[in-house]
């Protein structure tokens, strides 16, 4: 299984989108300062996530989110919309059931 994910700082204005197979240890990854361009931005929480058969299908949708101004501005408006006020993430107690 591939995984296309986004991520939201919860400290500072950034967001994230990104590519695993992994999503649970990516995202430990992620927290731990082990990726060097989301380090400064941490702790990150998962905002959301999409599952794919196919990496390539992955790395497709990943393209989208990150070239699309419609894409993504879909993805931010639905969790403004739904997630926002509801969401209680904490990366270290995480658990997903993949």
Same mark, same amino acid.
């Given at each position: 299984?591939?995984?296309?994910?986004?991520?939201?700082?919860?400290?500072?204005?950034?967001?994230?989108?990104?590519?695993?197979?992994?999503?649970?240890?990516?995202?430990?990854?992620?927290?731990?300062?082990?990726?060097?361009?989301?380090? *400064?931005? =941490?702790?990150? +929480?998962?905002?959301? !996530?999409?599952?794919?058969?196919?990496?390539?299908?992955?790395?497709?949708? /990943?393209?989208?989110?990150?070239?699309?101004? *419609?894409? =993504?501005?879909? +993805?931010?408006?639905? !969790?403004?919309?739904?997630?926002?006020?509801?969401?209680?993430?904490?990366? /270290?107690?995480?658990?997903?059931?993949?």
């Amino acid at each position: 299984m591939h995984y296309v994910y986004f991520l939201k700082s919860k400290s500072k204005k950034f967001q994230y989108v990104g590519t695993t197979h992994n999503l649970k240890n990516r995202l430990k990854e992620h927290n731990t300062g082990g990726v060097v361009s989301t380090k *400064p931005y =941490i702790p990150l +929480l998962l905002i959301y !996530y999409e599952a794919y058969l196919d990496e390539k299908d992955a790395f497709r949708r /990943e393209h989208s989110l990150k070239h699309s101004g *419609p894409a =993504i501005g879909h +993805l931010k408006a639905e !969790y403004v919309t739904h997630w926002r006020g509801n969401w209680r993430g904490n990366l /270290e107690g995480i658990s997903i059931k993949l």
